[in-house]
């Protein structure tokens, strides 16, 4: 079976980890020809927008994970990249006889109960709203397709964009002031890295599974799949767990909130990007990942083993300079 990971990103990475991990070799695409260095993976330097250099890089693949992102955080890019650069992904598979599974967000979904794999996605205007459109062009794909849903994610190689990341792990474990957005004391619920790769390799081969046995694309297999939800806690009481896996006391947190963002956002598209989606960190954000959960054959990583992984990995990797 070939397997194909477009883009070396942290979920791109994550996905890559676990198939290594089970000792499957996988072909990573990137325009720099990065990746993870093993063994088992095939780092090709390939510009996924580019039809013909994408089709003959995937041409014998049966599994393929879309993990690309937009240049910008920003809707009116993401509006002017994304849709195509995910017809051009369908197409090569197409072309191939593969399936495709994305990473997906919560954005497209109506967030004022607990979100489900029925939860509504069609979401209008702005980042959501280009979010919805891709779920519904999936959807209308006759390539089998599986976007797997995460929340707001953590662990090794997060990095500093996640909220729950670098900027988060490094005061948090060196007794400084942790700074989120919205409101530190709400419920909200965290996907463990890990646990997304692993949802995702599971829906790829069921849809891949699916497509042989059927012989058609016939959009039995398109769908939505939540990753496993880690633990619905406050970004409070995860900068508290980062400190103790670290030794250190609880830190100080001192919230961000919505306003301070959009001032920001007057000179800093970046800042106008995070202040468009504050909204998810100024109201519960609950997540129940159980339905997935069951027909995927996945369980969370307890949540203290995969805080304590998370810490690990940040500390081992801080310059020596840098650890207290």
């Known amino acids: 079976m070939t397997v194909v990971i477009a883009g070396a990103g942290p979920i791109g990475t994550a996905v890559a980890r676990q198939y290594v991990s089970q000792g499957m070799p996988v072909r990573v ?18 510009d996924v927008t580019d039809a013909g250099a994408l089709a003959a890089a995937v041409q014998d693949a ?47 979904f109506d967030g004022s109960g607990t979100i489900t794999e029925a939860t509504r996605h069609d979401a209008t205007g702005g980042k959501p709203g280009v979010r919805a459109q891709l779920l519904a062009a999936r959807a209308a794909s006759p390539v089998p397709t599986a976007s797997v849903v995460a929340s707001d994610y953590f662990g090794p190689g997060a990095g500093a964009n996640a909220h729950a990341g670098d900027r988060m ?89 919505g306003w301070v963002l959009r001032v920001v956002g007057i000179g800093s598209r970046q800042m106008r990007g995070v202040a468009e989606m504050v909204h998810l960190f100024t109201r519960p954000l609950v997540m129940d990942s159980s339905a997935s959960d069951a027909a995927l054959g996945l369980e969370p990583t307890p949540f203290d083993d995969a805080v304590r992984s998370t810490v690990d990995a940040y500390l081992a990797a801080r310059p020596v300079d840098a650890r207290g």
């Open 62 to 108: 049966e599994i393929i994970h879309y993990c690309i992102h937009a240049s910008a955080y920003d809707a009116k890019v993401w509006a002017r990249e994304l849709p195509a650069a995910e017809r051009t992904v369908l197409a090569a598979a197409e072309a191939a006889g593969a399936v495709v599974v994305f990473p997906e967000s919560l954005y497209a």
């Open 169 to 257: 792990l490094g005061p948090a474990t060196s007794g400084g002031t942790v700074r989120p957005i919205g409101r530190a004391d709400l419920p909200h619920s965290w996907t463990y890295l890990p646990d997304l790769g692993a949802a995702m390799i599971r829906a790829g081969e069921l849809a891949r599974d699916h497509h042989r046995s059927t012989g058609a694309a016939d959009g039995a297999t398109d769908g939505i799949w939540f990753a496993p939800v880690a633990a619905t806690c406050s970004q409070r009481e995860i900068a508290a767990a980062y400190a103790l896996a670290a030794g250190r006391p609880a830190p100080t947190v001192s919230a961000v909130p």
């Open 29 to 46: 695409l990137t325009r720099s020809g990065s990746g993870l260095d093993h063994p088992l993976v095939e780092r090709r330097k390939v």
